[in-house]
C-alpha cells in the first residue's frame, strides 16, 4: 500500500470533497460520505483509501483496464519515450506513432490509416467530420446524415450525443446538431418493445429496419451509418444471428460508409482484437479508444480504408482540399508508446484466448445464476464483455427496479467486487448488470465475481 499517513490521506479525501467534480456522480452523497479515492492497482484488484481490497471487475470502470493494474512494463515504456521525446504536433511523426499504426493496421485487414486522437469521443467526432467533408467534396454537400442506432452511445461531445441512441442522456444538453438520424435496436430480447411479435430471422429484420429508414430519408442524402459492433451501455446488446451481414449489404446497396464503434469492444474486450472480427463485416472507419492503452496513456485512434484516405487526395485543382484538422494532444508520444506495450502484453500472454476462454466460462456461471435466480431474465455477452438483465417478471419482462439493481451493486461492493449497472437495455432504466474483468481473469476470480452476485441477488431479491 501507499507510503502515506492516515493524516495525509484525510487530506487527500478533503481536498477531493471539496474540489474535485465527478463524473457520474450526484453531489448530495458526497456531502456526507467520504469520496472514494482508489490508491493502488495490482493485476485484478485495486485498493481504496482505507485499505479496503476490491476485485475489479470492470476493469476501471468502464471497460477500460484490459490488460490490468500494475503494468510496470507499459510504464516503463511510456517514460523512456517521454525522456527522448514527447511531444510534437501530427504535423510530423512520431517513432512509436509510426510503428503502433502499423502493427495496429496489421490486425485490421482493409483498413490502412490511423488519426491519433485523445478520447472515443473526439475519435468519433473525426469520423463525423470526415464523412461531412466527403460529402462536400463528392456528393456536393448531400449525402451528409449519419445514421446512429437506438441504444449506442458514441461519446460525450454535442455531436456523439447528438449520434445518442439513448435518449435520457440527452434530456438536459439540446439543441442538438442536425443530419443525425435514428435508427431502430437490435436486441431481440425487447424486441416487443419494437412492436415485433414472434419473428423468424429477427436478425435480417432488425437491418432491413435501417433499410426503411434510408429509404424514408432518401440514399441519397445518407452518408454514413455508425453502429456499436456490440453495444456497450446500452444494455450489453450482442447482435443476433443474420443482422451484420445485412447491415454489410445495405451498406453496398446504398453507398453508405460503416462506421464501426470499438471504443468499448477494441482491442481485445470481446476475444478478437475487435468486436466486428466476430461477424465478418468490412467498415470504412473504426473507432477505439479505451483498451488501446488499458488506461496507462490517454490515446484514442479513427482508423479508415484506403478507400476513404483517397477520397481526401484527389483534388488536384485544390491543394488545401485534405482532411484540415488537429488534435492537440494526438501528438502525445506516450499514447502510441503505451498502446505498443499494451499489445505485447496482450500478444506475449495470449490474453485474446484467455479472453474467450474465461468469457465462455463466466457466461455459463452467469446462465448457472439465471437458473437459480429469476430475476434474471437474460444473460448475454462475448468474450470479457458480459451482461444480466435484470427484470422484476420474466413473462412481462417488466425491468427490475433501479434501486434494487443499485443494492446489488453496493451489495457486491460490500463484499469486495466492485461490478457496474449502468446499462440501458429498456429507455430509462439501468437494469443491466455489467461484467468486464481485465483480460487477464482467471477461473478463480470469475468464481469470485459470480459468487458475490449471487450472495447480492439472494439478499437483495428475497
Ligand atoms: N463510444 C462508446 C461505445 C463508448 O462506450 C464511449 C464511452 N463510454 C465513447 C464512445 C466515448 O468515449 P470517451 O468517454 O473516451 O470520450
Redesign the pocket.
Given at each position: 500500500m501507499d507510503t502515506l499517513t492516515p493524516n495525509d490521506m484525510s487530506a487527500i479525501v478533503e481536498a477531493d470533497r471539496a474540489h474535485v467534480w465527478h463524473h457520474l456522480l450526484p453531489h448530495k452523497p458526497l456531502e456526507t460520505n467520504d469520496p472514494r479515492i482508489i490508491v493502488e492497482g495490482k493485476g485484478m484488484r485495486v485498493w481504496d483509501q482505507r485499505g479496503k481490497e476490491h476485485l475489479d471487475a470492470v476493469s476501471g470502470g468502464?471497460?477500460t483496464v484490459n490488460v490490468g493494474y500494475g503494468r510496470t512494463e507499459i510504464a516503463d515504456a511510456v517514460r523512456d519515450q517521454l525522456v527522448k521525446m514527447n511531444y510534437f504536433a501530427q504535423s510530423a511523426g512520431s517513432i512509436p506513432g509510426a510503428r503502433f499504426a502499423e502493427r495496429l493496421t496489421e490486425k485490421m485487414p482493409g483498413l490502412t490509416r490511423l488519426y491519433y486522437a485523445n478520447?472515443?469521443?473526439?475519435a468519433?467526432e473525426k469520423a463525423f467530420k470526415m464523412v461531412r467533408q466527403i460529402s462536400h467534396r463528392h456528393h456536393g454537400g448531400r449525402k451528409s446524415k449519419i445514421l446512429y442506432r437506438d441504444r449506442?452511445?458514441?461519446?460525450?461531445t454535442i455531436a456523439?450525443l447528438s449520434a445518442g441512441g439513448q435518449q435520457e442522456r440527452n434530456a438536459q444538453y439540446g439543441p442538438y446538431t442536425p443530419g443525425f438520424v435514428e435508427v431502430p435496436h437490435c436486441l431481440e430480447y425487447r424486441k416487443a418493445d419494437q412492436g415485433w411479435g414472434d419473428v423468424e430471422d429477427y436478425g435480417r429484420r432488425a437491418a432491413d429496419a435501417i433499410e426503411e429508414v434510408i429509404l424514408r430519408e432518401g440514399p441519397d442524402t445518407v452518408g454514413a451509418l455508425c453502429l456499436?459492433p456490440i453495444t456497450?451501455?446500452g444494455g450489453v446488446i450482442v447482435p443476433p444471428e443474420g443482422y451484420w451481414a445485412r447491415v454489410q449489404e445495405i451498406c453496398e446497396t446504398y453507398d453508405i460508409l460503416l462506421h464501426i464503434?470499438e471504443?468499448?469492444c477494441g482491442v481485445g474486450r470481446t476475444g478478437t482484437w475487435f468486436g466486428y472480427q466476430h461477424y465478418g463485416v468490412k467498415p470504412d472507419f473504426v473507432t477505439m479508444?479505451?483498451g488501446v492503452a488499458s488506461g496507462y496513456a490517454a490515446i484514442?485512434c479513427c482508423a479508415t480504408s484506403e478507400r476513404v484516405f483517397e477520397m481526401f487526395k484527389d483534388a488536384p485543382d485544390d491543394p488545401m482540399h485534405y482532411f484540415r484538422d488537429i488534435s492537440t494532444f494526438g501528438g502525445c508520444t506516450a499514447g502510441p508508446a503505451a498502446a505498443l506495450a499494451n499489445m505485447d502484453i496482450i500478444e506475449r500472454e495470449d490474453l485474446l484466448a484467455n479472453c474467450t476462454a474465461m468469457g465462455d466460462y463466466m457466461l455459463d456461471g452467469l446462465h448457472a445464476l439465471a437458473d437459480r435466480h429469476r430475476v434474471i431474465g437474460q444473460a448475454r455477452g462475448k468474450g470479457l464483455f458480459l451482461g444480466a438483465e435484470l427484470v422484476a417478471d420474466r413473462d412481462t419482462r417488466e425491468p427490475a427496479a433501479e434501486k434494487k439493481v443499485q443494492a446489488v451493486v453496493a451489495d457486491c461492493m460490500e463484499q469486495g467486487v466492485i461490478i457496474g449497472a449502468t446499462n440501458r437495455s429498456v429507455p430509462g432504466h439501468n437494469n443491466t448488470l455489467c461484467f468486464s474483468p481485465a483480460l487477464i481473469a482467471k477461473k478463480d476470480d470469475i468464481d469470485a465475481i459470480l459468487s458475490a452476485v449471487d450472495g447480492a441477488l439472494g439478499r437483495v431479491f428475497t
Open positions: 468502464v471497460w478520447s472515443g469521443s473526439e468519433n449506442d452511445y458514441h461519446g460525450t456523439c456499436e456497450a451501455g464503434d471504443v468499448v479508444a479505451k484514442s
